[in-house]
């Protein structure tokens, strides 16, 4: 493979993880932002930005896909969004708030990259998991596979907080709240679990970002590794909104002879004390 080839190569799958994966690249980040996260009263009403962008929480990049969004009720039944609109550097949609207890919005992508070689010429290839055994010449040389997962999150609590949409997976990376993601307070300590297929991930590095980017010199970011249990707490030092981030790398994929890189990252809300 030549060196423009690679070039190329390694430029499509930035491109690509980024914009349709959701899988961060450069200091792009990946956000979901409700207009509210804690609600009181009958027939409310949510409105949620989708985008990709530099700051936070700026538009001033590119919409956030929602071709794979999926909102759960406090019940675990599936809430459909309603005047979903796309724009040049956001899309948007509501949320009717009907039911008591939190609501879990999120936008759940997985794909898988591949490069190869036929008859020795360069090839490359792009879609989901259950397509790939199909795709791929069996004479292929040279195969180079990539699973995506990316998951972005944020919560929504009408009344008294919930956990039935908290519930985990077990499938890529995830947040279990030990502390309720709606009821996180200024100057108080919150603490998370992260999991990855079910399991404790420890050892991971976790970033949290203030909003606000765009009007302050520095990025103000808090940067904590898990426990052995997965476990990790903040201080808050302001209320706000603030974004969580954090991503893994290995072979786990059930895919064979393919690389995993999992994404994980949520939205949440700090309130004043």
């Known amino acids: 493979m030549n060196h423009i080839w690679k070039r190329y190569l390694t430029f499509a799958l930035v491109v690509w993880t980024t914009s349709i994966l959701s899988v961060p690249a450069h200091a792009h980040r990946l956000w979901l932002l409700p207009s509210a996260t804690v609600l009181s009263g009958n027939d409310q009403w949510v409105t949620v930005d ?120 077990g499938v890529g990376l995830e947040m279990v709240p030990v502390t309720h993601p709606n009821n996180l307070i200024a100057g108080e300590k919150a603490t998370f679990r992260l999991l990855l297929d079910g399991q404790a991930a420890g050892g991971q590095s976790v970033e949290i970002v203030p909003g606000g980017i765009r009007y302050r010199d520095k990025l103000n970011d808090i940067k904590v590794t898990t426990d052995e249990s997965g476990t990790f707490s903040v201080t808050w030092p302001n209320p706000g909104m603030y974004w969580m981030n954090a991503s893994v790398q290995d072979n786990k994929s059930k895919i064979e002879n393919a690389g995993r890189r999992a994404s994980y990252t949520t939205t949440v809300e700090v309130l004043a004390p």
């Open 50 to 169: 989708a985008a990709v962008s530099n700051d936070l929480f700026y538009f001033e990049h590119n919409p956030l896909q929602l071709d794979n969004l999926a909102i759960m009720a406090p019940d675990g039944s599936s809430v459909t969004p309603e005047n979903l609109a796309k724009g040049k550097y956001r899309n948007t949609f509501d949320v009717k708030i009907e039911k008591s207890g939190t609501y879990k919005i999120m936008v759940l992508n997985r794909g898988v990259f591949a490069s190869y070689k036929l008859d020795g010429q360069p090839k490359r290839w792009r879609g989901k998991p259950e397509q790939i055994r199909n795709e791929i010449p069996a004479n292929a040389t040279d195969v180079k596979i990539s699973e995506i997962q990316g998951r972005v999150e944020t919560f929504v609590t009408s009344g008294k907080p919930s956990d039935d949409a908290l519930k985990p997976t």
